[in-house]
């Protein structure tokens, strides 16, 4: 299966590598419902593309995303029912289950502004690279609503603890790529005229690695949130059963045999 073209945001696809990145740099890069729903029915796709073996979120024009578009969203939001409220937020922590559930590693590579949903995206990747410009705010209580947007009380502290989530989900404050490097938030910091190319090597490494297992251990980080540890140890086994009746396996076993490096096909 090949993804569809979205229309609202860009997409490229080169190599097992599909860049994205929202396309209203003029406005910092803010959702709109359009592009909310669109970015959720793509990662539910992306489960089925063959083509595609990681994801690159990528800046545009020197921020990655503003969040939320103060007169296309929040502006209708105070209109709405509560029933349309809350098909709404359903439809937005949507894409997060979406990014976690689609079978394939995601790399944030953040620039500039990183706010609201912005930061919820980058949260939800499974690495996270960033400039030293790079603001993350998960800012919901600025403009009157809770912290707990999107899965942010769930997936933030087992990130970065319990202590640094709170803080900034109660104030709201920009946190800076020096502390998300610090805390854990972000793999590693690059100059911005790197930050690309460097996102690009990363999920190159990835594709050139056994693509079936990867997807296996995205699953299994998401799955074991949930479970005991005997039931993990138990559902890792089970995986890694698995990937042991895949080729990819007995291609690590002979190259290593033959001193040479293996070739992955993801089969």
């Not at 939320?68 to 997060?96: A, Y």
């Amino acid at each position: 299966m090949t993804l569809f073209t979205p229309q609202h945001f860009k997409c490229d696809i080169k190599d097992g590598i599909a860049c994205i990145a929202h396309n209203r740099p003029e406005r910092k890069n803010p959702f709109t419902f359009d592009s909310y729903a669109e970015l959720r029915d793509w990662f539910r796709a992306l489960v089925y593309a063959e083509n595609v073996h990681a994801v690159v979120i990528l800046p545009n024009g020197g921020n990655f995303s503003s969040g939320g578009d103060v007169h296309d969203i929040i502006g209708p939001l105070t209109k709405m029912s509560m029933k349309e409220l809350l098909n709404f937020t359903r439809m937005t922590g949507d894409l997060v289950k979406a990014m976690i559930n689609c079978g394939k590693p995601i790399i944030a590579a953040v620039d500039g502004v990183c706010a609201g949903a912005g930061a919820i995206m980058a949260m939800a990747s499974d690495l996270r690279l960033a400039t030293p410009e790079a603001k993350t705010a998960f800012l919901f209580n600025r403009v009157g609503l809770a912290g707990c947007d999107m899965g942010a009380c769930a997936i933030l502290p087992r990130i970065i603890g319990q202590t640094r989530a709170a803080d900034l989900l109660f104030t709201g404050r920009a946190m800076s790529a020096d502390e998300g490097l610090g805390w854990g938030f972000y793999n590693k910091i690059v100059e911005q005229g790197a930050l690309e190319s460097a996102a690009l090597e990363l999920a190159g490494r990835i594709t050139q690695g056994p693509t079936f297992a990867n997807s296996m251990t995205k699953t299994m980080l998401a799955q074991e949130w949930s479970m005991s540890l005997e039931q993990a140890i138990e559902a890792e086994a089970q995986a890694q059963a698995i990937c042991m009746q895949g080729q990819d396996f007995h291609r690590a076993y002979n190259a290593f045999v033959a001193k040479e490096k293996p070739v992955f096909m993801g089969d």
